[in-house]
Nanobody, 115 residues
Framework: QVQLVESGGGLVQPGGSLRLSCAAS????????MAWFRQAAGKQRELVAL???????NYADSVKGRFTISRDNAKNTVYLQMNSLKPEDTAVYHC?????????WGQGTQVTVSS
């Protein structure tokens, strides 16, 4: 079992920044792919960014150049640095860990971009 706990969400003005954190209950980054998803009200959940065990990353087109996913292996924590935030980034952001067979999700953290 893996527990994931997200933090760092909140209310921010357009153009602002936030950093989300996802703390895992144990050392899994050498095996698991970590990803951030988001789900806006009335919309389907979408993949935002992921980081594979070898450290390679991938991003949704809508966030490329603005968001950065990273991890701290010593802290078992994955981060999502979000810059130049837009109102359309408003959503609940979820962290997911997967080894291809099992998926683990955090509870989510709300990000609201509004003036």
């Amino acid at each position: 079992q893996v527990q994931l706990v997200e933090s760092g969400g909140g209310l921010v003005q357009p153009g602002g920044s936030l950093r989300l954190s996802c703390a895992a209950s144990r050392d899994i980054f050498s095996i698991y792919t970590m990803a951030w998803f988001r789900q806006a009200a009335g919309k389907q959940r979408e993949l935002v960014a992921l980081i594979i065990s070898d450290g390679s990353t991938n991003y949704a087109d809508s966030v490329k150049g603005r968001f950065t996913i990273s991890r701290d292996n010593a802290k078992n924590t994955v981060y999502l640095q979000m810059n130049s935030l837009k109102p359309e980034d408003t959503a609940v952001y979820h962290c997911r860990a997967t080894d291809g067979l099992r998926n683990y999700w955090g509870q989510g953290t709300q990000v609201t971009v509004s003036s």
